[in-house]
């Protein structure tokens, strides 16, 4: 069931295009997040499910009702800003019960409600704070508790985690996916962050410039992501791509890029056969199926020069550097054969794990 749908949606502020075409179902009971960096639309989009902005043309539906021109009030939706937005004069108790006075809903089934989602949120021993008394984990999980006690259809969370810090960011992207998966509830999530994206959506938007580019679950954009942007945005490392020319060399077919070769395999090459290109490609490789090659080793391979190594503990990134410039990197486990800083390598890749991109749309070969 679709809970939430973009139909054709465009939003422009005066000459600044917003939103081109947006056409995206939400549906019932999942975690979508909005991914893209700034300025792709994703708030815009936000806000118009909000009733906080409304199309230039298209359609917004909520439960299959057009609400295009729909008082915010009047939509069954509840938001969470980046800023909190709490009431510095109010008690934790009387933020979380505002929406609820607002619509007149009678004292005992209020406080009852409310009694309800503080302890849903473990907010009980915080009732009678002030915003300024609680940390900003606290403040967060206030603002969702002033969201949850509406039970809307939908939940809308504009980068709510931005504030907090490292640790406790990743205790509530938990936190957070559980509430979601016990209320079995929608939410529509906007994030820059692409690590927040993978570890928390049901399906992930990928958006650029207005535009929707890909959407998918987390694995699926990040093993086969539709185009060179959506390659190089999921993932930390990000895919390396770089340019490549696709040739027949002593009975294989191979990817030719400044200093050496990659293999294609067989699928990729009946792919290129049958869309009939040829020629100028871009190359795609994510950092985990690169390897040095052994001295020893025959076939395609690159030759490259180590710039730095990044210990990160767990496993090093080799970052080179190919004879034309173009910088790859490498994901070596501890353990593994390390090469140092300045030392010349050949990279081999995992042959089914390339991906071929066209140099001139973007687009993968698929």
């Known amino acids: 069931m679709t809970v939430v749908s973009f139909d054709q949606v465009t939003k422009r502020f005066g000459e600044v295009l ?12 999942e975690l979508l997040v909005l991914l893209g960096p700034s300025g ?20 917004v539906r909520i439960n299959d009702q057009v609400v295009n021109g729909v008082d915010p009030k009047d939509r069954d939706v509840a938001m ?6 709490l009431y510095p004069h109010k008690s ?20 009852a409600l409310v009694d309800e989602v503080a302890k849903q949120l473990d907010l009980a021993q915080l009732m009678n704070r002030k915003p300024r008394e609680l940390s900003g984990g606290q403040r967060q999980r206030v603002a969702l508790a002033r969201a949850l006690v509406r039970r809307p259809a939908v939940f809308l969370m504009d980068e709510p985690l931005s504030n907090l810090d490292a640790k406790l960011r990743t205790q509530t992207r938990a936190e957070l996916v559980e509430l979601q998966q016990r209320l ?9 962050d692409q690590v927040e994206a993978m570890t928390m959506a049901t399906r992930i938007a990928v958006m650029l410039n207005g535009v929707l580019q890909q ?15 959506v390659a190089q945005f999921i993932g930390s490392p990000p895919m390396n791509v770089v340019d490549a020319a696709v040739v027949d060399h002593e009975g294989r077919r191979i990817a030719r890029v400044a200093g050496g070769a990659f293999s294609v395999p067989a699928a990729l090459s ?8 040829s020629g100028a490609l871009r190359v795609g490789i994510r950092p985990e199926h690169l390897r040095l090659a052994p001295p020893a080793l025959e076939g395609p391979t690159v030759e490259a020069r180590v710039r730095l190594v990044e210990a990160l503990g767990h496993e090093h990134h080799l970052i080179c550097a190919l004879e034309d410039g173009a910088s790859v990197v490498v994901r070596v486990p501890v353990g593994d054969p390390l090469a140092g800083d300045g030392e010349a390598v050949r990279l081999i890749a995992d042959a089914d794990a390339l991906h071929l991109f066209d140099a001139n749309t973007g687009q993968r070969v698929s």
């Open 40 to 59: 792709c639309g994703k708030s815009t989009a936000l806000r118009m499910i909000a009733g906080l902005d409304e199309p230039t043309s298209g359609v």
């Open 215 to 229: 959407v998918g679950t987390a694995q699926e954009v990040y093993d086969q992501p539709e185009n060179v942007f």
């Open 184 to 192: 079995h509830t929608s939410f529509v999530y906007v994030t820059h």
């Open 270 to 277: 009946a792919l290129l056969d049958s869309r009939q290109l």
């Open 18 to 29: 917003a939103l081109d075409q947006l056409s995206l179902d939400v549906l019932d009971d």
């Open 92 to 111: 934790v108790r009387q933020n979380i019960e505002f929406p609820l006075r607002a619509r007149k809903v009678p004292s005992a089934e209020r406080s």
């Open 80 to 85: 969470v800003f980046q800023s909190y937005a």
